[in-house]
């Protein structure tokens, strides 16, 4: 019988044999601060009757020690910013084996000397899935050439040194200097748990290692990696808003690039014909390449609570901005079973890990203080 390990591998690599077995050898070169294998779960989705087949199970590995998780105390209110942290998922507490394996691709593919930074954070369970999320970036990239890291673009001042760019390449012939972001609370504003807007700190730390001219070369670009789409709607345009607010006051930056754990890029600039430019450069992933969805799970009270007392601010639009959505606008095929899946947490391992339980799709979940569900 296959191990969960080896059945995620079957489903997203052709020659998975091969590919499992360079992810090992890379979990040994890395020495982790902590064991993936050993604490990969699996969870399977029963079928309905509109889903016959049920969704594939989900299958990830625990890191115990970070700052999220519903096992943390419940927020003493409901407008508590402790809510953010009160959830277990992909890229807060939980890992994506695929996710891993390609990052470590990426890194292990480095000079030797590039190598060491990156190395260091993904050791660390505090920086783990940040580091993860910063690689994945340099997987997007048409006939990408020359990868390193970016090193420093703005002179000192006063002795004090503004930074390193993270990374630099060549796709299609074009420099790009890569800052990357990834913003693990962002789970707020997934759909289901009722928000929407972002805040401005959400743009926050963004293009200060950048010169404030911009170059007719290369292209600057900063990449947020979140968890919910920018939302289109009159009633939300606080993405885009502070997108164009980030991109007016940091001249030097070329564009500003987002995407969802599994979704569209999309890519925002003040110039239409450098989001044409960028946009050709961008390689979408096949749809084989990740799993389908990551389920965020977290306490439904809390979720409902936050939501009663929202008062969202609409931002006044500058309308200069420009933006793409690569692929081109077109997502990719959805599972959409008649009956939405829940999942509750009965028990935890020593130490704090979720042991999830699908409920029923036809059956509310109770609702557990001290736990999370949804």
Request: proline content about 9%; aromatic content about 12%; some cysteine.
């Amino acid at each position: 019988m296959k191990s969960g390990l080896e059945t995620l591998f079957d489903r997203h690599y052709p020659g998975a044999s091969n590919a499992l077995k360079r992810f090992r050898e890379h979990l040994a070169a890395a020495q982790l601060d902590f064991d993936v294998e050993a604490s990969i779960e699996v969870l399977d989705s029963p079928p309905q009757a509109s889903f016959p087949h049920g969704l594939p199970s989900f299958i990830y590995y625990y890191i115990y020690g970070t700052q999220f998780g519903t096992v943390k105390k419940i927020p003493a209110t409901a407008d508590d910013s402790a809510h953010a942290f009160t959830s277990d998922g992909i890229g807060l507490n939980m890992g994506c084996p695929i996710r891993l394996a390609r990052a470590l691709d990426v890194l292990f593919s480095l000079k030797p000397e590039d190598q060491k930074e990156p190395l260091a954070q993904i050791k660390t369970r505090k920086n783990h899935f940040a580091c993860v999320e910063e690689l994945l970036w340099l997987t997007l990239w048409k006939n990408q050439a020359e990868v390193g890291r970016g090193g420093e673009l703005v002179p000192q001042k006063n002795g004090n040194k503004v930074g390193d760019v993270d990374w630099f390449f060549i796709s299609n012939g074009t420099p790009i200097y890569l800052e990357v972001k990834f913003r693990p609370t962002d789970w707020m504003r997934n759909p289901d748990c009722g928000g929407d807007a972002v805040e401005e700190d959400f743009f926050g730390k963004i293009g200060h290692k950048f010169p404030a001219e911009k170059s007719s070369l290369r292209k600057c670009v900063a990449a947020i990696t979140g968890f919910a789409e920018p939302g289109h709607s009159d009633a939300d345009n606080t993405f885009f808003a502070l997108c164009e607010k980030k991109l007016l006051s940091t001249p030097g930056l070329d564009a500003i690039l987002y995407r969802s754990l599994l979704g569209p890029i999309y890519i925002c600039s003040l110039s239409q014909d450098v989001v044409g430019q960028i946009f050709g450069l961008i390689r979408y992933p096949e749809f084989r390449e990740y799993p389908p969805c990551y389920p965020i799970l977290f306490n439904r009270k809390l979720r409902e609570d936050r939501t009663t007392i929202k008062n969202q601010t609409r931002l006044p639009e500058q309308g200069r901005i420009v933006f793409a959505i690569a692929p081109d606008n077109k997502p990719n095929p959805s599972f959409q079973p008649q009956f939405p899946y829940r999942c509750s947490i009965p028990k935890r391992g020593q130490k704090g890990e979720p042991h999830f339980q699908n409920v029923p799709p036809f059956l509310n979940p109770p609702s557990a203080e001290g736990g999370g569900n949804g």
